[in-house]
């Protein structure tokens, strides 16, 4: 086991630092449990919320970069090749980082992480983006905290209260009936089907580095996950590489870049350290807002309008995590 500073105890913000949030060390929470019952949100809670935000606002520019890649380039390649990037940039982390393998109690979570945000996440999407514009992906994707808050449920022992359901619930029906307001009879496209797949293996991998992230620094988490799965990502990106690469636009390659070094890893630094902060079921919701922030990059990078309609429903779901945000949440 990875070994660390205890935590600060919550109420003293001004110690807080990358140590005590679990991104520089092993560092394993230390606070009582009852902090995380109250409807009232520790310093340390509300920091937790801001590294989420932070995280979330990385991941918001995943599907925009995916869509200039796959363009271009095949679904497969782009997925693999986001996987190598990253895994070369977290194992040359860690071997200057010095850092010790993981427990081995931590391998089994590991593997749904790398099964779910390594291959299982990034792949569908891809598929998606071939078929689906990046708005309506965006904002479909935005039943994944409900889905990640259900999961938590069941691998780690978090039981939100009604009030917690009610919001996360009403939110998620807010973003359906945004992605569904232009479809015909109410029906799910092949798009929209990849989508759902997508958010299986997001929220199933979302919980499991999340839960890792709390006995162990959450940029190991992703970096290990990372470098254990380089031997299948980077030998599938030199089979799968273009023939002729130069005649794939750069900004198809910018994306893969961005998929890879900050959705595919850096955003995970600040997204894990969230959830073990705050909780993954309360700071999941954060990522209500997520679709939002697609859609206005989706305006800007790849030039989808944006509607008054879409404005209202962001309005609505920001009301929502406000209130989903302070409900009790019990926490073993």
Not at 1 to 25: D, E, Q, Y
Not at 57 to 72: D, E, K, M, N, Q
Not at 77 to 98: K, P, Y
Not at 131 to 153: D, E, R
């Amino acid at each position: 086991m990875l070994k660390g500073r205890p935590a600060k105890t919550a109420g003293r913000p001004a110690n807080f630092n990358w140590t005590s949030c679990g991104c520089a060390t092993g560092a394993r929470q230390t606070e009582p449990l009852a902090s995380d019952s109250t409807l009232m949100l520790t310093p340390r809670e509300k920091l937790g919320f801001v590294l989420g935000f932070l995280g979330v606002a990385i991941f918001a520019g995943s599907l925009p970069a995916t869509r200039l890649a796959v363009l271009h380039l095949d679904a497969w390649f782009v997925t693999s090749a986001r996987a190598a990037i990253a895994g070369i940039c977290a194992l040359i982390l860690l071997i200057v980082m010095r850092r010790p393998l993981p427990p081995k109690d931590a391998y089994p979570r590991i593997l749904l992480i790398i099964l779910g945000v390594v291959f299982g996440f990034p792949f569908f999407s891809a598929l998606a983006m071939q078929s689906v514009p990046v708005a309506h992906g965006g904002v479909v994707l935005g039943v994944l905290p409900l889905a990640t808050a259900a999961t938590a449920v069941v691998m780690t022992g978090e039981r939100p209260g009604l009030g917690f359901w009610i919001a996360a619930l009403a939110g998620a029906l807010v973003v359906i009936a945004f992605a569904l307001r232009d479809g015909s009879g109410g029906s799910l496209s092949e798009g929209d089907a990849q989508l759902v797949l997508a958010i299986i293996s997001g929220a199933i991998a979302y919980t499991a580095s999340g839960a890792l992230a709390r006995t162990m620094p959450g940029w190991e988490v992703i970096s290990w996950t990372l470098v254990f799965s380089l031997p299948v990502s980077l030998t599938a990106s030199i089979m799968l590489f273009p023939e002729n690469p130069a005649a794939v636009p750069a900004d198809a390659w910018l994306g893969v870049l961005y998929s890879a070094v900050m959705a595919q890893w850096l955003g995970f630094f600040f997204w894990n350290a969230g959830l073990a902060m705050g909780g993954i079921s309360r700071v999941s919701q954060v990522q209500l807002v997520q679709p939002f922030v697609t859609v206005g990059l989706a305006a800007i990078v790849n030039r989808e309008t944006i509607d008054l309609q879409t404005i209202l429903f962001a309005l609505a779901v920001v009301v929502i995590v406000g209130i989903g945000t302070r409900m009790r949440v019990a926490r073993q």
